[in-house]
């Protein structure tokens, strides 16, 4: 028995050995060393090891920030929409992580491709990362199939741009920064009128998408109401908007004077373009899908011009907060930057605010952090000034109340009207 007992001790001993040889001069450095180590961590690293194992972002990195996803579209055919809202939301970030104000961010953006199922995936790779709040998604139709996503698992969302009124129905927790399509489609036709820019309206739109066809409805109704003539309707998919040479062929016959645009920049681009090239100049109204015309890729800017629309935000603005924006904006992505820029920039800030209101902090779960963040949007006593708004409050349903801008393109830049 003896025996046995000392053979067992003496084995145990030999396997401590040989494991403190295994450690090296790691297993004896001191654990500040080790703990340092970890607090340096990048957040690309956290975001790489979480979406290859499936599980959230170390326990340190949820300790010290608030996790903040984003979704939209950085590359494909709506990229200037997706990246100018990342670059916004990003300065906004940086701001606020500098202010030393007991709230910190992490943010983590992805991309989309303006693609409701890509939408997801990438929803689902934030929720893995352990994403506390949604800044997204960008567009309509991927903003729908997400809101009902984070509506099921109880994540706060604030989207910059996606204005459908499909994106807030019977979700308690997907807010817009944007004004709504029916708010668009009304205030066009009333701006229209108000401004005596037509007299004889063509609309094209695109059937196929929430978006354009959220505004048309609206725009028709307001229109009757206004006393505007609509000579000439008509419509595309996404898989038609290559060829638009029938819709301004029946709007030319029809003596069109104005035609009014409620699509996003890309097919505005190729019907500018036909327009051109078929001798046929109406003047041209169209609403925030608009915006990013100015830079996209191989477009003659020129054809741009005298281009009016709706916008909240406005690059010459002098106001002080908009100059310190603009110029950022500028330095860091040598470009202007656009509404949906100014949008995501003032989603952060909105967030941050609502989170001071309600006293989020980062260990709190997401959908703690909800449930506060809904109450605090929606109180008597909050408002947000932005970028894009004076005031701006939040109804129950999620819709932002402020007030749309009058821009036209003059000299290749955005102008006040």
């Given at each position: 028995?003896?025996?046995?007992?000392?053979?067992?001790?003496l084995?145990?001993?030999s396997?401590?050995?040989?494991?403190a040889?295994?450690?090296?001069?790691s297993?004896?450095?001191?654990?500040?060393s080790?703990?340092s180590a970890s607090?340096s961590?990048?957040?690309?690293?956290?975001?790489?090891?979480?979406?290859?194992?499936?599980?959230?972002a170390?326990?340190?990195?949820?300790?010290t920030?608030?996790?903040?996803?984003f979704i939209?579209?950085?590359?494909?055919?709506?990229?200037?929409?997706?990246?100018?809202?990342?670059?916004g939301?990003?300065i906004?970030?940086?701001?606020?992580?500098?202010?030393?104000?007991?709230i910190?961010?992490e943010?983590?953006?992805?991309?989309?491709?303006?693609d409701?199922e890509?939408?997801?995936?990438?929803?689902?790779?934030?929720?893995?990362?352990?994403?506390q709040i949604?800044?997204?998604?960008?567009?309509?139709?991927?903003?729908?199939?997400?809101?009902?996503?984070?509506?099921?698992?109880?994540?706060?969302?604030?989207t910059?741009?996606a204005?459908?009124?499909?994106v807030?129905?019977?979700?308690d927790?997907?807010f817009?920064?944007?004004?709504?399509?029916?708010?668009?489609?009304?205030?066009?036709?009333?701006?229209i009128?108000?401004?005596q820019?037509?007299s004889?309206?063509?609309?094209?739109?695109?059937?196929?998408?929430?978006?354009?066809?959220g505004?048309y409805?609206?725009?028709?109704?307001?229109?009757?109401?206004?006393?505007l003539?609509?000579?000439?309707t008509?419509?595309?998919?996404?898989d038609?908007?290559?060829?638009?040479?029938?819709?301004?062929?029946d709007?030319k016959?029809?003596?069109?004077?104005?035609?009014f645009?409620?699509?996003y920049?890309?097919p505005a681009?190729l019907?500018?373009?036909?327009?051109?090239s078929?001798?046929y100049?109406?003047?041209?109204?169209?609403v925030?899908g608009?915006?990013?015309?100015?830079?996209?890729?191989?477009?003659?800017?020129?054809?741009?011009?005298?281009v009016?629309?709706?916008?909240?935000?406005?690059?010459?603005?002098?106001?002080e907060?908009?100059?310190?924006?603009?110029?950022?904006?500028?330095?860091?992505f040598n470009e202007?930057?656009?509404?949906?820029a100014?949008?995501a920039y003032d989603?952060?800030?909105?967030?941050?605010?609502?989170?001071?209101?309600?006293?989020?902090?980062?260990?709190?779960?997401?959908?703690?952090?909800?449930e506060?963040?809904i109450?605090?949007?929606?109180?008597?006593?909050?408002?947000?000034?932005?970028?894009?708004g004076?005031?701006?409050t939040?109804?129950?349903?999620?819709?932002?109340?402020?007030?749309?801008?009058g821009?036209?393109?003059?000299?290749g830049?955005?102008?006040?009207?």
């Open positions: 028995m003896m025996k046995t007992k000392l053979l067992s001790i084995l145990a001993l396997m401590v050995a040989a494991l040889g295994c450690g090296g001069a297993s004896s450095a001191p654990a500040s080790s703990a607090s961590t990048s957040a690309s690293s956290q975001e790489a090891a979480s979406s290859e194992s499936g599980d959230a170390p326990e340190s990195s949820s300790a920030a608030i996790k903040i996803g939209g579209p950085l590359t494909g055919g709506a990229a200037i929409y997706g990246n100018a809202a990342k670059n939301a990003q906004a970030i940086d701001e606020i992580n500098a202010l030393d104000s007991g910190q961010f943010f983590n953006p992805q991309d989309d491709e303006h409701a890509k939408s997801v995936n990438a929803y689902n790779i934030l929720k893995d990362w352990g994403m949604l800044c997204g998604t960008v567009t309509t139709n991927p903003c729908i199939a997400v809101g009902a996503e984070s509506y099921a698992d109880r994540i706060f969302t604030l910059p741009s204005s459908s009124t499909a807030i129905e019977g979700k927790n997907v817009q920064m944007c004004f709504t399509d029916p708010n668009q489609g009304v205030a066009s036709a009333q701006y009128a108000e401004q820019l037509g004889k309206i063509a609309v094209i739109y695109n059937n196929a998408d929430a978006y354009s066809t505004i409805e609206k725009f028709a109704s307001e229109a009757a109401n206004q006393g003539e609509i000579v000439s008509t419509t595309f998919t996404d038609t908007a290559t060829d638009f040479s029938v819709q301004l062929t709007a016959n029809a003596g069109a004077d104005l035609l645009l409620p699509i920049y890309t681009s019907i500018l373009t036909q327009a051109q078929m001798g100049s109406p003047k041209v109204f169209g925030d608009m915006d990013g015309i100015l830079t996209l890729e191989n477009f003659d800017t020129t054809l741009a011009e005298g009016m629309l709706l916008t909240p935000f406005a690059a010459d603005a002098t106001d907060r908009t100059v310190s924006f603009v110029q950022k904006y500028t330095e860091q202007t930057p656009n509404q949906f100014a949008d989603c952060i800030y909105a967030i941050y605010e609502a989170c001071q209101k309600a006293g989020i902090t980062p260990d709190q779960s997401a959908a703690d952090i909800c506060k963040m109450a605090a949007f929606t109180a008597e006593d909050f408002t947000f000034n932005g970028l894009t004076e005031g701006m939040w109804s129950t349903t999620g819709e932002v109340s402020k007030a749309p801008k821009m036209v393109i003059q000299n830049a955005y102008t006040g009207m």
